[in-house]
């Protein structure tokens, strides 16, 4: 997979991280973010997340992901809440 946006914005926005098996991303929310502000759409090669009808991220992925497989989850690390999404990639 290519690397998600990398424009400054975009890094302000969310962190990533990958492995061989998924995609990592990190996004700051404020602590009132609750499930319902939360829009994801994945499909087998892009992704779009808001987050309180804020655009995170949209667009095309590099490789195949695994929409099934694929999720995200509210919690809270160091301190700061984050929506954590997990997008699980698809093997040749």
Known sequence: MAAPESSAASKALYDWSQSEADITLKVPIKE???????????????L??????????????????????SSWTLESEAGQRLLLVTLAKVRP
């Open 32 to 46: 009132e973010i609750r499930k319902e502000h939360i829009k994801f759409k994945v499909l087998t090669r892009s």
């Open 48 to 69: 779009a997340i808001a987050v309180a009808d804020a655009e995170i991220c949209s667009g095309e992925l590099a490789r195949e992901v695994d929409p099934e497989e």
